[in-house]
């Protein structure tokens, strides 16, 4: 945790869900009690298809996209712009994803782009990076994310900035990072955030995320420099999402 800065966990559902399941987003309202919101932020970014329908319904826990298109409207079959999706409820937008990088070929020109329209929009950026195992056994995985960080942000970015380290071969695959590994690219990211952004960068929420689950929640997020994470499987499930979140009752001793 960094000193000041309330952690968020957000959940990813990436192509998953229907109609339906907003009674998931309920019982997540549900358990999401006074004590838990006074120690940490939740939103769930759902597909495009569900996040009016869920806005709609959600009392406490924010809602989010998980992608955007660089233009405000126009000629684009298919895409959602930021702020189509901030009038349908959204709150922030996930972009970067090492899921849209490799899908899609998006580069950090891209995501500097999306960045710039999400804040334009009135949303809040949750900018991912991450290494490749390959990068990460070669002894470059630090340089690599700093070099996505550099290039994935814009010069003007607002103060509630969030930035996501998703390890991209932990994604799913039930293998973590160590706590001192999370911590060295935490501080790197840090550092390189307030080199840049001077006490901006000391401000802007770092979220983890790859493989986080209720069983290794407590330890992950009481690393220094980690806000909190950014969740993907386990927050298909109300209760490992919530148990997620509660780690930060037992770090906050409450």
């Given at each position: ?6 952690p968020?966990?957000c959940?990813?559902w ?16 549900h358990?999401?009690?006074p004590?838990?919101?006074a120690?940490?932020?939740?939103a ?16 406490k826990?924010a809602?989010?996209?998980q992608?955007c ?28 994803h ?16 999306k960045t ?7 949303a ?6 991450g290494?490749t195992q ?8 630090i340089?690599?994310v ?39 690219m ?13 006490t ?7 979220l983890?995320?790859?493989s986080?689950?209720?069983?290794n929640?407590?330890e ?9 994470a950014?969740?993907?499987?386990a ?10 979140a ?9």
């Amino acid at each position: 945790m960094t000193p000041g800065i309330k952690p968020l966990v957000c959940g990813n559902w990436k192509m998953n869900g229907h109609q339906a399941d907003k009674a998931k987003l309920s019982e997540i309202n549900h358990g999401y009690s006074p004590d838990l919101e006074a120690v940490v932020d939740l939103a769930i970014c759902p597909s495009f298809t569900l996040i009016a329908g869920f806005a709609a319904g959600s009392a406490k826990v924010a809602l989010g996209a998980q992608d955007c298109h660089v233009a405000e409207s126009g000629a684009h079959t298919g895409d959602v712009s930021a702020a189509m999706l901030v009038d349908a409820g959204a709150r922030f937008v996930i972009v970067g994803h090492s899921e849209r990088r490799s899908d899609h070929g998006e580069g950090d020109a891209l995501i500097r782009q999306k960045t710039e329209a999400v804040v334009a929009a009135g949303a809040t950026p949750i900018v991912c990076v991450g290494e490749t195992q390959n990068e990460r056994e070669s002894g470059n995985a630090i340089s690599v994310v700093e070099g996505q960080v550099a290039a994935s942000l814009p010069d003007d970015v607002p103060a509630d900035l969030v930035i996501a380290y998703e390890p991209v071969w932990a994604i799913g695959t039930g293998l973590v990072p160590s706590a001192q590994d999370v911590a060295e690219m935490h501080a790197a990211m840090r550092a390189a955030l307030t080199d840049r952004f001077g006490t901006l960068g000391d401000g802007f929420r770092l979220l983890y995320g790859g493989s986080v689950k209720p069983g290794n929640a407590t330890e992950l997020m009481a690393v220094a420099n980690v806000d909190g994470a950014l969740v993907g499987g386990a927050s298909l499930k109300p209760d490992d999402f919530l148990g997620i979140a509660k780690a930060y009752l037992e770090i906050s001793g409450s």
